[in-house]
């Protein structure tokens, strides 16, 4: 065919589907040479460093698996693997029931929900760093809401003792992101088909059995993806627990990213630092894809039936 | 965080503006243009009143200087701590280095990264014998000189309320059994009896340095400078310890003081509205009190001391610990013109008499010789000359043992101290952590 086919197709042909293809491909380059530079190689320069020995302004000598040696045996890095994972799971715990429900409620399209929905979307706008020192001040022991205004149940050593230290922690994450998330479930819960609830209530299903027969259900790629943020992202929670308790009381409340800038920067051992950060990428690549699995091959239909 | 967030911008706006700025030709590594060609940099603390000082002498040396101006900008203490390490590694130093001396300056000099200014000291001999000659102590690493020792001299003493000790019927401690009494007595009260900024951490790092001393005498800790090895097991050290921690079980300490930052200045507010009795931190709080307190210090409610001796313990009870100076040092990777404008504000600006009555009037002790005039026409003699005895009078004037070691054997002291104040870890196994860390 090829051989009969005019002159001028065959030469259109591979330019044009060449072209196509190839502008496709093109667009994918900025954003994969930002990767590049921004992604990879700090991560191949944090694993050259992990085999050196450098205080972060001398000369960087080579020194084989000391950094590697130094960080497994230490005994806190266990804890600060603890602490991540404590502070990751309860503030899962903490934040996906709440997200889920606002975000059912603010998913209807009244006008005092939207209003409702602007409202809470307003810790989101705040940096980290400021709500911490909202909160520090709020919670400090002496000058805090507590003692001025007499309130006895909130004059505790808030920030002081180790157990409440990372439940202020957790709170203080989930004041701050549980909007986010809300907002993820709203645009979930309404991308349901009204025709399911419909259904539903023909069939006599109350709003309760509504919600953990179809909406729970609806939401599932929604709440993979919302827990994926969370998990992943609560990896790298480091401005807010710095300002807020700098890894204290004692190192309570020191979570792997905290542990790897204390190294780092304040003792000057970059290469244990840059340990702790290929932990951090390994333990955060580990737990991206373990969520992924949960979620299923994701190619089952979630509309059966509807 | 900050720090990586302004690296990442360097580096975004590096790739790009490389080119630019190679066509301008104007400024060395990590120099803000501006001014003339010999125009420096200079970064130095924020916190009132020496802030202002800082930036009234550079004010004034620019004005003197029209064509080689100094640029400075203020940072907070525990962010400075780690900003100025990252910026000296990444070759983004400011000209003046602000600095403690000691084993911070110690880690600069081994990377090649201050100049060496024994020569010009030689040069000038006029600057270098107008000041403490203790000051040097900090700034010589190897039998060199590679910083200007600046500022005060700011030993660490107790301070107390003098009201809330009238009211309560208590005399200031002059021994450590009288603490001990106190600690009862004001808890008894309602009062806290040492106020505490112990996230910080060097807060609680200054009781250790005073029970090392009073306890065990300065030669225990020079054994840990010295890098001996099981320095922290010697004699005296286990003593220490343990009366640090009978203080800790006591209550000795106000409520919540590990999540109090002295950066805040938060543990002096608690003394100057009376919430705690005494506080035990540097001379500098002096100033900070008489700004912030109202009329605490003004109305002669502020008392002070030097920490009591130990019955029994070997140190001299006028040994003392603290800051013996801040120190200034020069970036090697600075142009030479900007060395050039570093060096002249060293000679002409730093500690020039309006700087030295700056200080004098903000309640402190310049490290300078022969000021005891100055400071006895002040409206703060009693302290400064205070503070000027017990400076000159020490026997031994230790540095803080933060500055004195380096940053990666501080970082393990600081950490290890925190645990032993939240009581996660009791004398042995601070002993036995910290002996873990000699030589580092």
Redesign the interface.
Known sequence: MTTVAPPPLRVDRPTSSGGRSGGVAWMAVPALIMFLIFGVVPLVGVLALSFAQWDGIGEIKPAGLDAWQSVLSDPGLPHALWVTFLIMALSWLFQTPLSLLIGVFLAGHERYREWLAVLYFIPLLLSSAALAITFKALLDPNFGLGSGLGIEFLNQDWLGESKLAVGVVVFVVSWQFIPFHSLIYQGGVRQIPRAMYEAAQIDGAGRMRQFFSITLPQLKYTIITSSTLMVVGSLTFFDLIFVLTAGGPGDATRALALDMYQRGFMAGLMGPASVIAVILVLVGLGLALGLRRLGGRGDESQLEGA | ?E?SRRN?LNLAAG?GAASALAACGSSGPGTSSGGGSGSATYWYLTGQPGEGIRKNTVDRFNKANPDSKITGTAYQNDAY??KI??A??AGQAPTVIWGWGGGGLK??V????VEDLTDWFGQNAAIKDRLFPSSFGPATINGKIYAMPAETVAPIVLFYNKEVFEKNGAQPPQSWGDIMNLVTLFNGKGIAPFSLG??SRWTNMMWMEFLFDRIGGPELFQGVFEGKPNAWSAPGAKEALTELRKLIDANGF????????ADSN?DQ??LYRG?AAMMLHGTWTYGSMANDGGKFVKDGKLGWMNFPGVDGGKGDPTNTVGNPGQYYSISSKATAEQKETAKKFFKDAVLSTEEVKEWVDSGAVPVVNGTEATLGASKDAEFLNFVYGIASKAKTFGQSWDQAL???A???LL?NI??F??K?IGPDQFIANMNGTIGK
């Open positions: 965080m720090l990442f790739a701590k780690t390490k990252t000296i590694g880690s600069y081994e990377a090649g990264q112990g996230q106000v409520k919540g003081f590990s999540s109090i930052t938060a507010a608690l919430k380096s940053p990666t501080a970082e393990a950490d925190a645990k104040f939240q996660s």
